[in-house]
């Protein structure tokens, strides 16, 4: 058995071309040391210990060992490529050599040589490697290969290191929090929903302008730290309370709370009258719109309370009579209708909040849709977002009636679905809206002296790791 080495031209030229790129890239890195270490450590003029001076020293020497692996890479990728050349080179002479000995036997034994046959045999196979034209397309090939994993690298870079993910990330929030913002404005409401919906607007234009100087400092000056500083600035108060010692700026950042607060309060007070009112017309079979009650004289009503403690107590003492009934009986049917009625009520309680696209509930549909795309973009799927923004919404936990009279004088029954919605929202407001993000904000008692010192270059050291360059050996397995 013969021995048999097999070379990829196409592997050679691959692997040279990943050696130039990982070349590329420790030259880059001692660039950016030198620029963002030794030229500011040039720069400082202040009283040195002997830290500064160890300081620079120590990096112009990882500089002078990146510059020397990145030109062994270099050397190391000319190898492979000059390998590449020497064996088409080698493999053209021996698929000639061997053309001719093969048309002198033929010719030798009086074998037919159809020189056209062996001409297009000879040109379909040796293509790739024989023809200039053959040879500039592998190496196109080889080009493109090499370009699309570069962008690729670049691109994973820019994400994951240079600001890319928080710039996308902070955009998209920002632009969803300006929308919903001008949906609520231009849609109407209360005095206090349109100057909460301004103060979102004017919030939303702040976060966005902040997501851009973030992504500036991170990735055209190098400051990462700055960076996520800027992006936490999501608020016109934040921003004026971090990037400013004035004392007026800071009152009217106060000022800017004290109302958005008044307004989240406002907001609570109406969902918690409508939870009011969605109790008592349970409660009691009340049959009035909720705009026609008044929540202070449900509330103040003894008997109102008595109704609802007496009602809520039979609804749960008649469902549990009616599950043990059902389980000492075997009657599987009654559990199938159970659940096929609060699957029915689930399906019908989200198509109300996300998919009623009437001129009267097309705004609040939008904003809830863009509601949910904010959550997911900011925490990503998880099973807080699921429980908030899909099953809490679609539980129904009472069905109340309303009549109305319409033009003609004709009688209109309305039957709703009370959701668990309904109150959830009003804890939620009260939490985060209301005590986390304002009464409970922490705000920083740290001056701006302090927060540029607290921004200078430490002298703490940080090891690079050892890289480890391939020698210049190719082995070829023999068999």
């Not at 040039?42 to 990145?70: F, N, P």
């Not at 919030?203 to 500036?216: D, T």
């Not at 349970?282 to 026609?292: C, Y």
């Not at 809490?392 to 039957?415: H, L, Y």
Request: include cysteine.
């Amino acid at each position: 058995m013969g021995d048999t080495a097999v070379i990829s031209y196409r592997s050679l030229g691959e692997a040279s071309s990943e050696a130039r790129q990982v070349s590329r890239k420790l030259t880059g890195y001692a660039d950016s040391l030198q620029r963002s270490i030794v030229n500011r450590l040039d720069s400082y003029g202040g009283s040195d210990s002997g830290g500064v001076t160890q300081a620079k020293q120590r990096t112009e020497e990882k500089i002078e060992q990146l510059r020397d692996k990145a030109q062994a890479y270099t050397k190391y990728a000319d190898d492979l490529s000059d390998l590449q050349k020497k064996c088409l080179s080698t493999d053209t002479a021996v698929r000639s050599r061997v053309s001719g000995l093969t048309a002198s036997f033929k010719k030798a034994n009086g074998i037919n040589n159809n020189g056209i046959v062996n001409a297009i045999n000879y040109m379909l196979t040796g293509l790739g490697n024989s023809t200039p034209a053959g040879r500039w397309l592998g190496n196109t090939i080889d080009t493109a290969n090499s370009a699309k994993d570069y962008l690729k690298q670049r691109i994973k870079d820019w994400w994951g290191y240079e600001g890319g993910k928080q710039l996308v990330k902070g955009i998209t929030i920002s632009l969803l929090e300006i929308t919903i913002a001008g949906i609520t404005f231009f849609s109407g409401g209360s005095l206090f929903v349109l100057i909460g919906a301004a103060i979102a607007l004017v919030n939303g234009v702040f976060n966005l302008v902040n997501e851009g100087r973030a992504y500036a400092q991170t990735h055209y000056n190098e400051e990462p730290a700055l960076g996520r500083r800027y992006s936490g600035e999501d608020t016109m108060q934040a921003t004026m309370r971090r990037e400013s010692d004035n004392k007026i700026l800071h009152n009217i950042a106060t000022g800017v709370d004290i109302v958005n607060a008044v307004c989240i309060v406002s907001s609570i007070i109406d969902s918690a009258g409508k939870v009011v009112k969605n109790c008592y017309k349970w409660a009691t079979g009340d049959l009035h719109p909720l705009d026609e009650l008044k929540s202070l004289k449900i509330l103040s009503s003894k008997e109102n309370w008595t109704q609802f403690f007496r009602k809520s107590g039979a609804s749960v003492k008649d469902g549990w009579k009616n599950i043990t009934t059902a389980i000492g009986k075997g009657d599987v049917n009654f559990f199938k209708t159970e659940l096929k009625n609060f699957r029915s009520d689930f399906i019908f309680n989200l198509r109300q909040k996300y998919c009623d696209f009437t001129p009267d509930h097309m705004a609040d549909s939008i904003k809830d849709i863009l509601g949910v795309t904010k959550n997911v973009v900011k925490d990503g799927i998880d099973i807080k977002n699921v429980t908030e923004d899909f099953i809490i919404p679609g539980v129904t936990v009472a069905k109340v009636t309303t009549v109305s009279t319409e033009s003609g004088g004709q009688m209109r029954f309305d039957i709703s679905n009370v959701t668990f919605e309904d109150a959830y929202n009003v804890a939620d407001k009260t939490y985060n809206q209301l005590f986390k993000n304002i009464l409970l904000q922490k705000k920083t008692a740290i001056s701006l002296d302090v927060l540029r010192k607290l921004s200078t270059d430490s002298k703490i050291h940080i090891e690079i790791p050892r890289i480890y360059i391939p020698d210049n050996t190719i082995v070829m397995q023999m068999g």
